[in-house]
């Protein structure tokens, strides 16, 4: 037996060929080179395959890259590689990989360089924020007089929590921009659940509807795209506040969200009523805790007390709320429009 390509005559052959001949033409290594990263100048991701990894391990990456990039001949039986980084800049580095081909007792070893080329793409979140990309609009606008400092910031406080990216968290969610108009603000935000849950949460804590509606932006892949608006119209009054609804007086008890349905007690009589937002649209706000007064109670009987007016000291009898009870010698009281209402104690 001898080698066919050198005529050698040794103990074994592989493939016809003597071991030397063989690791010449056969153990061969290729690495497609130079290799290409993309990676965001704005976040450091980096692209693997199509998607982008946030904050990622450039090394395990690299490695990887390497591994798709060499093509090992299939007489191989086994192979294995070791690299050493060689940075030139940041964006151009060189990898030293040693690669250890083996067959049966046959070891080939291989030294190659290649060059690794850090391309600076920006990544998709980061294309979209720079783009100003948004999907949905929520828009808070108040009814009648403004809104609060305190709504305001209550309000600003929500959205900023919704967006906050935790650490290792995606940052798909995003708050494009934000401006007070109309008295209120509208943020664009780059994701429509989102920013649907967080109208109905701002609802739930400041009162007032939720409307919504589309707006075709544009097609992608054969569908309609549609942008959605959100409006919380924030009621005038706050939870706590007195209101007058046809000459009835009532304390505001609750504000549910998302429907515009309030909960009021009705001072006189203490009894509980459910309104919407459209039977409150006449609504007069008398104010809130700041009407609230002492009285001097000056006797009792089942359903009346007889109690002594804290602006001008006369003595005046007014009915109990349903169920009011109180061993005090002072009582809450508000005035409106010269007649006195006995304000039961908020249960907190
Ligand atoms: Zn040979
Ligand atoms: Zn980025």
């Known amino acids: 037996m001898f080698c066919v390509e050198c005529g050698a005559e040794p103990e074994d052959l592989y493939d016809g060929l003597c071991r030397d001949c063989f690791i010449e033409s056969k153990m061969k290594v290729k690495v497609d080179s130079p290799i290409k990263i993309d990676i965001c100048p704005v976040c450091g991701s980096v692209r693997k395959k199509n998607n982008w990894i946030e904050n990622p391990d450039l090394e395990a990456i690299m490695l990887d890259k ?3 990039a060499i093509s090992i001949p299939y007489e191989a039986e086994r192979y294995g590689f070791n690299v050493e980084f060689e940075e030139e800049d940041p964006y151009n580095i060189v990898a030293n990989i040693s690669v250890k081909l083996e067959r049966e007792e046959i070891v080939a070893e291989h030294e190659i360089s290649v060059k690794i080329i850090l391309k600076k793409v920006q990544c998709e979140i980061c294309s979209k ?39 290792g968290e995606k940052r798909n969610i995003f708050l494009t921009s934000q401006e007070e108009i109309h008295g209120g603000i509208d943020f664009y935000l780059s994701d429509t659940g989102v920013t649907k849950n ?18 075709l932006a ?86 009346e007390m007889k ?37 039961e104690e908020e249960s907190k």
């Open 218 to 303: 544009g097609r992608e892949d054969g569908q309609d795209i549609y942008r959605m608006t959100y409006l919380v119209r924030i009621p005038p009054y706050e939870s706590g506040d007195f209101i007058e609804v046809e000459g009835s007086i009532y304390r505001v008890k609750k504000l549910k969200g998302g429907t515009g349905k309030v909960i009021l007690k009705d001072i006189k009589t203490g009894k509980k009523v459910r309104m919407d937002d459209k039977e409150l649209e006449n609504a007069e706000v008398l104010g809130g805790d700041e009407l609230i007064n002492k009285s001097v109670v000056v006797s009792e009987s089942e359903k």
């Open 198 to 215: 967080l109208a109905r949460e701002i609802s739930n804590a400041v009162g007032g509807s939720v409307k919504s509606s589309a707006k």
């Open 129 to 167: 924020i720079h783009g100003n990309y948004y999907e949905a609009i929520l828009q808070v606008r108040p009814t009648k007089k403004e809104m609060t400092e305190e709504q305001k910031e209550l309000v600003i406080k929500k959205v900023k929590k919704r967006i906050e990216v935790k650490e």
């Open 307 to 343: 109690l002594l007016d804290p602006e001008n000291f006369d003595t005046v009898t007014v009915l109990k709320p349903e169920g009011f009870e109180t061993e005090d010698k002072e009582v809450d009281v508000i005035k409106v429009k010269r007649y006195l209402y006995i304000i």
């Open 66 to 68: 390497i591994d798709d």
